[in-house]
């Protein structure tokens, strides 16, 4: 499959009262077509601000975003708007996404109106076919969204972003605010979705039960940084690094017969702000050794498309 979006060192620092928060730190991955990367971590990792700077929602510190073969970390605004068509986002709250004065139809109609793609008459036939295509009754056009539950509302952020035909979405926890029978409704429909439109996601979220239903590879964050990026199932099956570990025996399993040996994730999290040389998940770590106090790791590949940033991930993990 070929290469639809590349991330070279990509950078995020917010200037605040204390010095630079390092949101994203030297961030490096690639995803092909028709693939759905899932970026997990706990919340104010950077998982959100990744994916708004993949898309130019926000401007990089320092790095590239490379799509579709083309350099766009610098576009102008004219090619910027030209760029919308092929990527979008599916927002985290369906209620806050849309704007409480307009109606189903013309919330999901409003990028066909922006890019002057159809008439009148062809929009609503368009807007009823979108909305066919997401599981929303054609009953609900001329609702407001304050009528409707959070699963409908879901459906009317992702029919919106689907408008275009885009061939890239970021989907920012587009489930976290749902119930988990509703949640269920929506990955699978963003999967038949992708399967019919052979769309690319990143799909950004906490939820790892979620992640594992949804992607081809994840990619583990920690403070601004990579700490593990491999495909789904070996990540699932066999996790090198320390906090992957933690995250993934937190994990309930349903069965009293079950026996799981329970990684604890220690301390607090310590501040993205001015981030000392050393290793970001250090005061969490029961592995963490001199030279994790005094020198950050590198992300580096440790077997065949499985990367981890550790320095100890060869002696914890027996390699």
Excluded: W
């Amino acid at each position: 499959m070929a290469e639809i979006v590349r991330v070279e060192h990509l950078k995020k620092y917010f200037s605040t009262s204390s010095g630079l928060l390092h949101a994203v730190d030297d961030v490096t991955f690639t995803i092909n077509e028709r693939e759905t990367l899932g970026v997990v971590g706990e919340s104010g990792c950077g998982k959100s601000t990744l994916g708004r700077l993949v898309l130019k929602l926000l401007e990089p510190t320092e790095g590239k975003v490379i799509f579709r073969g083309k350099d766009i970390t610098n576009i102008k605004e004219r090619e910027s708007k030209e760029l919308r068509k092929e990527m979008q986002i599916i927002f985290q709250d369906p209620y806050s996404s849309l704007n409480p004065r307009l109606n189903v139809a013309d919330l999901i109609g409003d990028p066909l109106k922006v890019y002057r793609l159809y008439n009148k008459r062809t929009i609503e036939e368009k807007v009823y076919e979108l909305m066919d295509k997401v599981g929303l009754a054609r009953r609900f056009a001329y609702s407001y969204p304050h009528e409707l539950d959070g699963g409908r509302r879901q459906r009317i952020g992702v029919a919106r972003a689907m408008a275009l035909s885009p061939k890239f979405i970021v989907c920012d926890e587009p489930v976290s605010a749902l119930d988990v029978s509703i949640q269920a409704q929506i990955l699978n429909m963003l999967q038949d979705l992708q399967e019919e439109q052979d769309l690319t996601y990143i799909f950004v979220t906490h939820d790892l039960s979620v992640v594992k239903h949804i992607s081809t590879a994840i990619l583990v964050m920690y403070l601004g940084v990579m700490v593990e990026k491999c495909e789904s199932k070996q990540l699932f099956n066999a996790p090198l690094h320390p906090y992957t570990k933690g995250l993934l025996s937190a994990i309930p399993i349903p069965s009293i017969d079950h026996e799981k040996r329970k990684v604890e994730l220690l301390g607090e999290l310590t501040s993205p702000i001015e981030p000392k040389n050393e290793c970001r998940f250090l005061a969490r770590c029961q592995y963490a050794t001199d030279i994790c106090r005094n020198e950050a790791p590198i992300y580096e590949e440790i077997e065949p498309d499985h990367f981890v940033t550790c320095h100890n991930v060869r002696k914890i993990n027996n390699l």
